[in-house]
């Protein structure tokens, strides 16, 4: 049986996402900005998925800005914000846990002259908002703090945060890749969001960035002046599409859906605690994600066992060079013991599994740790 | 990471990881990576009667210590001491020259029998 | 009839590139980073792809870095060269009938203290390389010259600008977004080459840069150091395979559709000599592409009139504001005569067109043309 | 751009683009735009009797000015002089109030009758 249960990576296109992106692709094909019918066809289809994504998310049509990506909406949010209103410096709030499109963006800032306070997670894997206010600085322009992290799941205090940041006049941009299609989410909380499209069921090479009306922000890439001149570039009317109907597809299914997940969520924990010696990693998640660590198990091999029984799962261990393993960033920022960091696996349900994928996970997981741990005895 | 049919039977079939009566034994360990392997050989007369192996740490450590088992058992100890790189990655059908740690185990084999030859 | 000559603008995805795309959306829909099996087999067709597509403009697989289309590749290419070797300043050269994607880039560049070089062509489309040899400064440093213009079609002299630039160690850019899939295309004559997927009948959203292994380039956008840290974000696997599957069918059929452009193209060329008072604009250009004007008749107003009677050509003179009718910058550089200029429509073959599509086109040409001018006497 | 049903009729359609008897003539161009619009109008006794364009320009031009004919065709001058900007785009059924050059037809009309108010 081939399990897939690293939805956190990425997702299966929904088939009924797939069956509209081809309709776009050879039929509404045009040029969104070509004047003819063919054009306009495919401008109507690309506008109504800005609106449908705009409404999922609470905000403005006008507010949503299509990229290729979680990582250019990223780069363009920090990036663009700072060139269109801080390009002389400032402070910059954002965590030790970010994704590395922030924290790449943030090192690339500091080289050219910004300074950036790291806030540090709680061992439970979660931004303190008493953190947050401790650390602005009177040149604070600037706050990123993820919605939810990548590798543990956890949901960060978004509203507290949102609060202390506009008490103080603080522009907070959330990289919501992890969050959009798993929480019902209020963007205007923030006053930017990111997103990826292939996290939620739609075409890879897909994102939207919202930026409030009220904030000035410049390109970091520059054409035909597309997207009212943020993101030049033709527009992916399919990826569009497919995101919007991704959400649409989500929105309709949603209880249903959490409720299955959370079925499948305690089907899971109850086999890890049969297991003894484990850590679960991360307090407060959304409810497709567990990342456990099993002691003297280091997590790529747990993670490859897994594998070459049809299960996918993910590991942020891996060891990639002859320099050593190589550990995840943010199970080290939580201080979590060193066989926690090394041994964690992320278990990532997506809203296609199936139970008796499930109950086969459960059974190969007891069968595999229970080996691996022989192996040492 | 794609792996071998070879290398997926040797992790996770091997047949070395059980409990032997030996007479040597020795372990490597690779703190940076998080690997130690520990190898056990009951020698009789230069010729290695049995071997096995406790292994911790990622997989290509697992699959290389169950790979030198199968090169060596049942062989002389000139024959096991000879076992090099080339011949660990043939057995594990492993090619990727980035990873050192497969030589964990044929540095603790090394180190047991190396016992021997100072006594 | 509908009947689409934008091909230029955009194409429609091929079916059977639709149908490969689909198949990656919902079978091979790993994580190209992910170390599992459904990661593997998403890597495996994505640097297929990338294999591919490097043989067909006769590079090396590792030169090929995928964009989200070909607004990035050349920005990548401008900036990232940049950034990387000359951060301080030079000079450029660059033409005036370059695509927004590139003049934008040197726009901006110019802001940051660069010089540019801004050559202009003959009347008939053309950059002539003596012109280019002599725009050489000592402190040249890049130049960025596109393979074919999109407006015109007109085939730029890349192998005689290449020797020169090879002459002068200028390292050489050039935007092939319009003859890649048209032209048989040597991208050794270049050190950096841009492409766009959804002009060659792959998916939106997808694109390519080649560059040169010799030549040193920097990012433009930071995070998880995808495509050898040159482009982060997830790999849009089924847009790569797309673009490959795309390019792997022109080629196969390359001879016989050349055939039948040039067919079409002389069917359409023969209407419009029967037509009094016409100027063809651009020559030596790709045989998908006329650009026409008729004297009397608005460039806007002829595409609308085709439009309403089924057929999508493009024009570059509409009227887009109260500020007055804007005009083809191309054919302005190319100093043709007002008429001219804002009478331009442009016609694109396509290889999904039909005999009959080209011979209602001539017909309705003849039509509308006619009737347009009765209305002015 | 989308237009309307009713844009399509005019600009493709247009009945008055004709040669007729004029009693009244005037021009106006929009030479930014390109734009070119003679009206020719038959009168009789404040009447409009016939009318017709000539027009060079953009779609909207036309439109206009077959949108202008037809609301004025057969009514007295005191009506036509109120045509406004809005009774024109609703003729056309067109609504981007971005584009003026919808209002030549109009001014090319008025110009022609402000010569017989001058008579
Ligand atoms: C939290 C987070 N931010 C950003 C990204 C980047 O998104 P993408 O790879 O779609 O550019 C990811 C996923 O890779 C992510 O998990
Ligand atoms: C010559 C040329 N360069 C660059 C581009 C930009 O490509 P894309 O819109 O795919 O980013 C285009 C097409 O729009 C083009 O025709
Ligand atoms: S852990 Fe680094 S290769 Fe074994
Ligand atoms: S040409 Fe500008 S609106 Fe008519």
């Known amino acids: ?377 | 990471m794609t792996y071998s049919e070879k290398f997926k039977q040797l992790f996770m079939y091997p047949a070395h990881a059980n409990q032997i009566d030996y007479t040597h034994t020795a372990e490597v360990v690779y703190p940076e990576h998080g690997d130690r392997v520990r190898i056990f050989v009951k020698l009789e007369n230069f010729l290695i009667k049995d071997i096995s192996f406790k292994a911790i740490g990622c997989p290509r450590v697992i699959a290389a210590s169950e790979a030198l088992c199968r090169l060596v058992n049942g062989k002389n100890i000139n024959i096991a001491l000879e076992i090099n790189e080339e011949h660990i990655r043939q057995e594990m059908d492993f090619h990727d020259k980035e990873f050192k740690c497969i030589m964990a185990p044929v540095e603790a084999l090394k180190k047991a029998l190396s016992k021997l030859e100072n006594e």
């Open chain 1, 1 to 377: 049986m081939q399990v897939y249960l690293d939805h956190a990576a990425t997702t299966r296109v929904f088939d009924e996402v797939a069956r509209e992106v081809i309709k776009v692709f050879t039929e509404q094909f045009g040029n969104a900005s070509s004047l003819h019918s063919h054009g306009e066809q495919a401008k109507q289809i690309y506008e109504s998925a800005r609106s449908k994504i705009a409404k999922h998310i609470n905000v403005l049509p006008e507010e949503i800005f299509f990229t290729s990506g979680g990582t250019e909406a990223d780069n363009i949010a920090i990036i663009g914000f700072l060139r269109a209103n801080f390009p002389e410096g400032g402070d910059l709030i954002t965590t030790e846990i970010e994704h590395p499109a922030v924290l790449e963006v943030m090192k690339y800032l500091e080289k050219l002259g910004y300074s950036v306070t790291y806030l540090k997670p709680s061992s439970e894997g979660y931004i303190k908002a008493s953190d947050f206010k401790k650390a602005i600085k009177k040149n604070t322009v600037l706050a990123s703090i993820m919605w939810v992290n990548n590798e543990t799941g956890v949901i960060q205090p978004i509203d507290e945060i949102s609060k202390i940041a506009r008490e103080h006049g603080i522009v907070f941009h959330s990289d919501a890749v992890q969050a959009l299609g798993k929480l019902k989410i209020d963007a205007t909380l923030v006053d930017m969001l990111s997103a990826s499209g292939h996290k939620f069921y739609a075409p890879k090479g897909t994102g939207f960035l919202y930026v409030n009306k009220s904030i000035k922000i410049h390109p970091i890439m520059f054409g035909g002046g597309h997207e009212r001149g943020l993101r030049s570039g033709t527009e992916n009317v399919p990826g569009a599409h497919g995101m919007a109907t991704a959400l649409q597809i989500i929105e309709k299914n949603y209880d249903l859906w959490q409720k299955k997940m959370l079925k499948f969520r305690e089907k899971i924990l109850q086999t890890i605690e049969k297991i003894p010696n484990h850590h679960i990693n991360g307090e407060n998640t959304i409810v497709s994600h567990i990342n456990v660590s099993f002691k003297g198990i280091n997590g790529e091999t747990l993670a490859t066992a897994l594998d070459m029984r049809g299960i996918s799962v993910s590991t942020a261990s891996a060891c990639s060079s002859h320099h050593g393993s190589s550990q995840s960033y943010v199970l080290k920022a939580m201080e979590l013991d060193e066989w926690i960091v090394t041994g964690a696996v992320r278990i990532t349900l997506g809203y296609d599994n199936e139970e008796e994928e499930i109950d086969y996970f459960n059974q190969v997981l007891l069968e595999e740790v229970e080996r691996l741990r022989k192996l040492q005895e």
